[in-house]
């Protein structure tokens, strides 16, 4: 079942913060974020496999609401390279296919 | 280290011609995934092998499309015969992770617009 994200796009001024949401209509077993720039293949983020599990590099973190079936990934202080579509994956058990959401677009400007 | 990948990049046919996309996955990558991505939206599974041997191909159009892995290495992923809504990137990756998905590393596509 593909998870809905939100918002389907935002643009933001370097150094803003912004949240991207993924949420599931069933429940979650893990929860997966990738980056993709134009014309270029996804990159992984990373995973979070525990309900209220958060991780994070740089200025990129994620959280992972297990009874809300959700999961958040949040980009601080924006650089120009965090421009490009960011992709929520999720799994519904450890057996089922790992299936994305439509991506939202995020665009830094100067 | 090599990453994924994927050949050709770009293919162009017309409606009902036939095409194969080939892909290398990373080395000691046992489990490997053919996506499909129409333009604006997020990766779809297509196909996904454990070794050899199919795991899930449950959204696979299995009267147009197959794949095949041999020896659990390199993949081909075809298509015969292709209709216009079958243009689209198609990615290939590959993952270490045998019972869940681990981190996925995906080649740069193979982009087939069909005519």
């Known amino acids: 079942q593909q998870p809905v994200q939100s918002p389907q796009a935002v643009i933001l001024r370097e150094g803003e913060d912004a949240v991207i949401n993924c949420s599931s209509s069933k429940a979650l077993y893990s929860v997966h974020w990738y980056r993709q720039k134009h014309g270029e293949a996804p990159v992984f983020l990373m995973i979070?496999?525990?309900?209220?599990e958060q991780k994070g590099h740089d200025k990129i973190s994620a959280s992972f609401n297990e009874k809300k079936q959700q999961s958040s990934l949040y980009l601080t202080a924006s650089q120009l390279s965090y421009s490009g579509t960011y992709f929520c994956?999720?799994?519904?058990?450890?057996?089922?296919?790992?299936?994305f959401g439509k991506g939202t677009r995020l665009s830094v400007i100067a | 280290e090599a990453g994924v990948a994927q050949s050709p990049r770009y293919k162009i046919i017309e409606k009902r011609q036939s095409v194969a996309f080939w892909c290398n996955p990373i080395s000691g990558h046992a489990t490997l995934y053919w996506y499909q991505q129409i333009l604006g939206q997020g990766p779809k599974l297509l196909i996904q092998?454990?070794?050899?041997?199919?795991?899930?191909d449950s959204q696979l159009p299995k009267d147009r499309f197959s794949a095949e892995r041999l020896k659990g290495v390199d993949s081909t992923l075809k298509i015969q015969p292709a209709k216009l809504e079958d243009s689209a990137v198609y990615l290939c990756?590959?993952?270490?992770?045998?019972?869940?998905?681990?981190?996925?590393?995906f080649g740069e596509g193979s982009r087939l617009t069909v005519l």
């Open positions: 979070l496999l525990k309900g209220g």
């Open positions: 990756a590959s993952s270490t992770r045998r019972d869940r998905a681990g981190e996925l590393f």
């Open positions: 092998f454990q070794n050899n041997g199919v795991v899930d």
């Open positions: 994956g999720t799994e519904h058990s450890g057996n089922t296919p790992l299936v």
